[in-house]
């Protein structure tokens, strides 16, 4: 197994990764903003890791750092390992990843899109829980009322993400839903 430390401006975010037949398969992200050091956090949850940071193949960085900055991008999800998720915690991210640049979801509307319209805090927790941020758009799921809601990085870097992909939030920071 392996890791990249990607810079995005004075960001950092931390992809662990790994070689399956031969093709990249991305295990983790690791948004910005930990306390820790990047190399600590990736270290304490892979002990295993190769310690010598290498390139993931590809442009699967490029990629990430373009999602990171808003730009509108197609991502095969074969490269990402959903092999340790849940069935329920694959579904939802898979559903998440379906909602288009731009627009947002409720977590009770992706509740109900997965098959489970009680669920809305069982996906909160998927989507909490969300190995592959950026690339899976936990982001762009909000509360009922608009409010953007956590994330793993910040609410604040969630409000820009939305606003870097176009979402409009109202001066209380608040989502309008009518258009999404």
């Avoid at 690791?30 to 890791?49: S, T």
């Avoid at 900055?69 to 074969?78: A, I, V």
């Avoid at 998927?126 to 758009?137: E, M, S, T, V, W």
């Amino acid at each position: 197994m392996f890791y990249q430390i990607i810079k995005v401006g004075k960001d950092e975010i931390g992809v662990v990764w790994d070689l399956v037949g031969g093709k990249p398969q991305v295990e983790y992200i690791y948004l910005p903003g930990g306390k820790e050091k990047m190399m600590v956090r990736i270290v304490r949850n892979f002990p295993a890791i190769n310690k010598v940071s290498r390139t993931v193949p590809n442009g699967i960085d490029q990629l990430i750092v373009d999602f990171f900055n808003g730009k509108k991008q197609k991502f095969d999800l074969s490269i990402l390992n959903l092999a340790r998720l849940t069935e329920f915690s694959a579904k939802v991210l898979k559903q998440a990843y379906k909602i288009p640049r731009g627009k947002v979801a409720t977590y009770s509307g992706l509740a109900a899109k997965v098959g489970n319209p009680r669920a809305a805090r069982a996906v909160g927790t998927a989507l909490a829980n969300n190995p592959f941020p950026i690339i899976i758009p936990c982001h762009r799921v909000v509360r009922a009322d608009g409010n953007p809601g956590q994330f793993g990085g910040g609410s604040e870097m969630k409000k820009q993400l939305l606003e870097k992909e176009g979402v409009i939030l109202d001066a209380r920071g608040i989502v309008s839903l009518l258009n999404h």
